[in-house]
C-alpha cells in the first residue's frame, strides 16, 4: 500500500484528473439500505460489506444512559492528536497515535509504546463505572457480540500479555466531519500492529445522550488503494468527490440506541444542533457515545480459529 503524497493540496480543491478514478474505486455489494437487527446472520453481511448498518433500539434505558451521561460529559477532553473538528473522549483511542497527515507519515517515533502505556492507564473504567452505576456498558456490548459466534475467538486485541489494547472509548463529537474510513490495515501501516491483520472492520456506537442532528453518514465506497487519489495529506480526510456517485445510508442517534457500520466504508457525521445543558452545567450537550472497532483475522492467519477482536 502507496503512503500520501507529501506536497500540500488545499482541503477545498480536487487534485486534477481525479474524476478518471471514479469507475475503479471499491463498492461495498449493499443487499440494502436501511437498517437491520444484531443476528448472526446480520454481523457477517456487515462485515463481508453486503449490509451497511445494523441497529438495536433501546438497547439499554434512557435512565441507564444518563447515568453514564452525567458522569462522563463534564470529565471530556480533546484527543491528542487530531486533525480534524473537535473530538473529546474519556479513554484513549489508536487513532490518536496513528500517522494521520502526509507529514506525520515522516515523523514516526514511539508512538506504538505510548498508546499501550495509555490503553493499561484505562484498563480498568468500565469495572470502575459498573460499580457506580451497576452495569458494564463495555462488557453487555460485548457478550452480545460474542454469543454469535461461539465457534471463534473473541477477545479484546492484543499483541504479547503487557500489550493489551484498550477496547470501549467515551467520546463526543458535535462538528461535521470529514468524509473518512477506518481500515487499520492502510491507517496503521507505518508499525506492525495486530490490527493491521484484520481482513474486516466494523465499529459499533452506543448513543448516551439526547442530541439534534449529528446523523452517521454510510456510504458504499470502501477504501481500496484507488482512494489514495482523493486522500487529503493535510488531515485524516478524503476530497468529499470521493462519494459524488454513492449510494447512503444513515444511523440516527437515538438515546440507548446501539448501532453499527462496516467501518472500512466511507462515512461522515453531520453535525449537532449546540444547544444548552443546563443539567450538566455545560455550554452544550456533547454528541457522547461508547464506541469500539471490531475485526476479524482469518483462521489463515492465526492458525486456528477466526478471531474476532475488539479495540478503539
Keep these: 500500500m502507496g503512503t500520501l503524497n507529501q506536497e500540500p493540496l488545499s482541503a477545498r480543491n480536487t487534485p486534477s484528473g481525479i474524476a478518471s478514478t471514479q469507475n475503479s474505486l471499491g463498492r461495498s455489494p449493499w443487499q440494502r439500505t436501511e437498517a437491520v437487527g444484531l443476528t448472526k446472520e446480520n454481523y457477517l453481511d456487515l462485515l463481508y ?3 451497511p448498518t445494523l ?3 433501546g438497547f439499554v434505558s434512557r435512565e ?27 479513554g484513549v483511542a489508536q487513532f490518536e497515535f496513528q500517522a494521520q497527515t502526509a507529514v506525520d507519515f515522516t515523523k514516526r517515533s514511539d508512538e506504538k509504546s505510548r498508546y499501550f502505556t495509555e490503553a493499561k492507564r484505562w484498563s480498568n473504567i468500565h469495572e470502575d ?12 456490548v460485548y457478550l452480545n ?3 454469535l459466534f461461539p465457534e471463534w475467538d473473541v477477545e479484546v486485541a492484543s499483541e504479547r500479555k503487557d500489550k493489551i489494547y484498550f477496547s470501549g472509548i467515551f467520546r463526543a463529537l458535535n462538528h461535521a466531519t470529514h468524509v473518512h474510513c477506518d481500515w487499520s490495515p492502510y491507517d496503521s501501516l507505518t508499525e506492525d500492529w495486530i490490527v493491521n491483520q484484520v481482513e474486516c472492520q466494523v465499529v459499533f456506537n452506543l448513543y448516551l445522550a439526547p442530541v439534534k442532528g449529528g ?4 456510504h458504499d465506497i470502501h477504501w481500496t488503494p484507488e482512494a489514495l487519489a482523493y486522500r487529503d495529506p493535510e488531515s485524516y480526510g478524503y476530497y468529499p468527490s470521493i462519494v459524488s456517485e454513492s449510494r447512503r445510508a ?8 446501539l448501532g453499527f457500520f462496516n467501518s472500512r466504508n466511507m462515512h461522515e457525521v453531520e453535525k449537532v444542533d449546540m444547544e444548552p445543558c443546563a443539567e450538566l452545567d455545560l455550554a452544550y450537550r456533547p454528541r457522547l457515545t461508547m464506541s469500539s472497532f471490531m475485526g476479524l483475522i482469518p483462521a489463515s492467519k492465526t492458525g486456528g480459529k477466526p478471531k474476532l477482536i475488539f479495540w478503539s
Design 49 to 51: 460489506g453486503r449490509t
Design 64 to 90: 441507564l444512559s444518563w447515568e453514564y451521561e452525567k458522569r462522563l460529559s463534564p470529565q471530556l477532553t480533546p484527543y491528542t492528536h487530531n486533525t480534524g473538528p473537535l473530538l473529546t473522549k474519556v
Design 215 to 218: 446523523r452517521t453518514i454510510v
Design 145 to 147: 457480540v460474542a454469543s
Design 250 to 257: 444513515y444511523v440516527i442517534p437515538e438515546v440507548g440506541g
Design 129 to 140: 463505572l459498573a460499580q457506580s452505576t451497576g452495569v458494564n456498558l463495555w462488557e453487555k
Design 55 to 57: 441497529w438495536e433500539p
